[in-house]
């Protein structure tokens, strides 16, 4: 996804257009429309993928002893026998539109469903960022500072245990001794659309908490890793001999240099976020976009399964571009032209 | 002997890991006290001396449902990998050595591959495909080689330009010696430690999978497929579910130890170039 970054700024030549003159304006823009072609090869993957993979989705959505009859008015039903391109441009049509089409399931809108549920997933996406990414910065930090000694090495060791914890163990765990036994926090977490604003943040606090420990020691170990690289160069040591304390090194020369490999970490990590929500929704049963997804694959509802997938691909392709363009903008390099 | 005696006290406990969940996968049917799918007590029991990690939410005993989970969920996940490393190693060295446009196509693909999150890009096909045992293999080797093509080419692309591979072309050997006597070998370090990543995401990712319902399908035992069995029990203050979920992360973490020792003694040996 870092296509953007290597490829040569347009230097000042003889033409001297518009895009010349502000190389960083073009290098973004470049970038904004990489991440659109992607969307669009990626929405024709998703249409198109499917339906060259053997199975016959009129069959298996009456189940085998179907007679062909019967198969016949289902996929004339559901639409399935127009050309293939013709179905996809349709469909991309209505999805521009903010149309996804109907369940097979239960005939309701798609897009209906989705207004719904991604709110939720966004809330509980949000509120796991708002807690780990100060918080995995902030570890990150400590442990260059204490590096090699008994902190960095427990935070390390400590990280590299949480890092290969499966979501739906932490979640569990947190299930077993903050809700039953300690009877603390709310399982499930149920969320319905005219709640308080209170009872919803109570109702997201464990599976809040689980998302958190899966992201925090990737982004916590990356932080580090990225602000260690940055310890061992001159000007570094140039502050040091001057006597300046640690933290203000840390702070105020280590860190600003370090901020374009942070925010992709940052992003990264909320990508990952968006993505792994799906796991803890299904253990939390909470009513997100994972959910939908899920149910909809276990009964291989297909219009709920490309929305589901083309809108989690999108959530992902855009913090990835966000991701690159604010690493572009962090790059002081590129942002004075020659 | 020797190796194991250089190596640090956190590569010695992943591989003692490694070696017990192995050893108990292999002797499964000979070790397990009782059968994978005999129903020996009463649901959700604690565990007690005849049944020494309780009895499962249909009376099975977890014991031997773990060994045979282990069997199932080690054997898928090796196969996986082998499959995803065998498949992404070949086709990033073939960009690798083509370059042009061989080189654009792989990549560009593969770019268009990895854009898509992978548990997705999984749930998305699998809704598609028939459910049987070799095309959940086939998946998750298809999706993880995308991360294999990755590294394979960037450490591919380093080793093409060295004078010995330059000498085998002036020498006129084919395409595939270069690939597999002249790359491989030389790649093959960083690749291994890769390799016992891949393998310890292909456990935590078929289980994830079976834990959604989308995996090995019931009533074959795997871990992923007996936490969502159990969940239920977790309401009720019964923490069997927990079990086979520590059991993945014991072993995923066990793998990670033994990676980071082999990352830590490759980029010794090129000068440090690790921890980045």
């Known amino acids: 996804m870092s296509n953007a970054n290597t490829s040569p700024p ?26 659109f072609v992607l969307l669009l090869a990626i929405s024709a993957l998703l249409f198109m993928g499917i339906e060259f993979l053997p199975g016959d989705f009129a069959q298996s959505y009456l189940g085998q002893s179907a007679t062909p009859e019967a198969v016949a008015n289902i996929r004339k039903e559901l639409g399935l026998n127009a050309p293939v391109h013709e179905r996809y441009l349709s469909w991309l049509g209505g999805v521009l539109q903010g149309d996804f089409g109907t369940s097979w399931a239960n005939k309701a809108s798609v897009s209906e469903q989705i207004g719904k549920r991604l709110g939720n997933t966004l809330f509980l996406a949000f509120w796991a960022a708002v807690v780990s990414v100060p918080l995995a910065i902030g570890l990150g930090m400590i442990a260059v500072h204490y590096r090699n000694r008994f902190i960095d090495r427990l935070i390390n060791v400590v990280s590299l245990g949480a890092i290969s914890l499966p979501e739906f163990f932490t979640g569990y765990l947190l299930i077993l001794f903050f809700a039953v036994n300690w009877g603390v926090a709310v399982f499930p977490s149920t969320v319905f659309a005219d709640m308080a604003f209170t009872d919803r943040l109570a109702a997201i606090v464990l599976p809040c908490a689980t998302l958190v420990l899966v992201v925090l020691a990737h982004m916590m170990r990356m ?28 702070a105020k020369h280590a860190a600003p240099n370090a901020i374009a490999p942070i925010i992709n970490v940052v992003a990264l990590n ?47 392709i855009i913090l990835n571009m966000i991701a690159d363009v604010l690493g572009i903008l962090a790059n002081p390099r590129l942002r004075h032209p020659k | 002997m020797q190796m194991i005696k250089a190596m640090p006290w956190s590569a010695r406990i992943g591989l003692l890991g490694v070696f017990i969940f192995l050893f108990s996968a292999v002797f499964a049917d000979v070790l397990a006290p009782y059968g ?133 072309r002036l020498r006129g050997e084919g395409r595939m010696w270069i690939i597999f006597r002249e790359i491989l070998p030389n790649a093959l370090s960083p690749l291994l ?28 035992a795997d871990w992923g497929g007996m936490v969502k069995d159990n969940k239920d029990g977790i309401i009720f203050g019964v923490p069997a579910a927990l079990i086979p979920g520590g059991a993945i992360a014991a072993l995923a973490i066990s793998v ?21």
Do not use: H
Not at chain 2, 121 to 148: C, K, N
Not at chain 2, 256 to 276: A, E, Y
């Open chain 1, 223 to 250: 932080t580090r890793a990225a602000i260690l690289n940055i310890m061992s160069s001159a000007y570094i040591e140039t502050a040091e001999l001057k006597g300046l304390d640690a933290f203000r090194i840390i």
């Open chain 2, 193 to 220: 430690a890769e390799f016992g990543l891949r393998f310890a995401f292909a456990v935590l990712f078929l289980s994830s999978l079976s834990f959604l319902g989308l995996g090995i399908q019931p009533p074959e």
């Open chain 2, 256 to 276: 990670n130890l033994i990676v980071d020792w082999l990352l830590n003694r490759t980029s010794s040996l090129k000068g440090g170039r690790g921890d980045v």
């Open chain 2, 36 to 168: 994978e799918r005999e129903i020996v007590g009463d649901v959700w029991e604690p565990s007690s001396a005849k049944y020494l990690m309780g009895t499962d939410n249909l009376g099975r005993d977890l014991l031997s449902r773990m060994m045979y989970g282990a069997q199932t969920t080690i054997f898928i996940s090796a196969a996986a990998s082998v499959l995803s490393f065998s498949l992404g190693i070949f086709l990033s060295f073939l960009a690798a050595v083509m370059r042009g446009w061989t080189d654009q196509v792989l990549s560009r693909l593969n770019d268009l591959m990895m854009a898509i999150p992978t548990l997705i890009f999984a749930l998305v096909v699998l809704a598609a495909l028939p459910q049987e045992l070799w095309i959940l293999v086939l998946v998750m080797a298809l999706i993880d080689s995308t991360r294999v093509f990755r590294l394979g080419r960037a450490v591919a692309v380093d080793i093409v330009v060295m004078d010995y591979v330059e000498a085998a």
């Open chain 1, 270 to 316: 909320l990508a990952y976020l968006v993505v792994g929500v799906v796991v803890v929704e299904v253990i939390f049963v909470y009513p997100g976009m994972g959910q939908y997804l899920v149910d909809a694959v276990t009964i291989r509802d297909m219009p709920v399964v490309q929305a589901c997938g083309l809108v989690f691909a999108a959530v992902y």
């Open chain 1, 10 to 35: 347009a230097g000042p030549g003889p033409a001297g257009g518009f895009f010349s003159s502000n190389p960083l304006l073009a290098l973004i823009l470049q970038r904004i429309l990489l991440g």
